[in-house]
């Protein structure tokens, strides 16, 4: 039985609501993003646009592949962080990113007014380590 990153998910969250999963992740993103981490793909095949509240009050939402793209176009978060792909908010100005930063590959947040890898800080190794294991939590 495959455990999923939702069943394990940190129980200081509290799931606000859920999409219907997709299948199509990777092939939607490879086309606009070269680095697309593969528990953003697993958990897009568990549900999409999921909103996520933890504990301390910290909101995240994880969006749909179509809205990674919406919100990459709409903001051009690749054209000013080469290489990142966008896959999440925090609600209230910040962009979740997973990108090649200055503390290697990992989730990083940045404010959507200020774009620039250099003004990207560290959030956690991977969004499994986020959502299941909290890591991070506190910098979002």
């Not at 069943?7 to 070269?34: E, M």
């Not at 990992?106 to 299941?132: C, K, M, Q, R």
């Amino acid at each position: 039985v495959l455990v999923t990153i939702l069943d394990r998910l940190n129980p200081l969250f509290t799931v606000l609501s859920l999409g219907p999963p997709t299948g199509a992740s990777a092939k939607i993103l490879g086309r606009t993003f070269g680095l697309i981490p593969d528990d953003y793909i697993q958990l897009m095949s568990e549900a999409t646009e999921i909103e996520l509240a933890h504990e301390n009050g910290v909101y995240i939402r994880i969006w749909h592949p179509e809205g990674c793209i919406d919100m990459n176009e709409g903001y051009e978060i690749s054209t000013h962080i080469k290489g990142a792909f966008p896959l999440g908010d925090n609600g209230g100005g910040t962009v979740l990113i997973y990108v090649n930063g200055m503390l290697g590959v990992g989730l990083y947040a940045v404010t959507y007014g200020n774009l620039d890898i250099e003004e990207a800080h560290w959030v956690a190794p991977s969004l499994t380590a986020l959502l299941v294991d909290a890591v991070g939590i506190e910098l979002l």
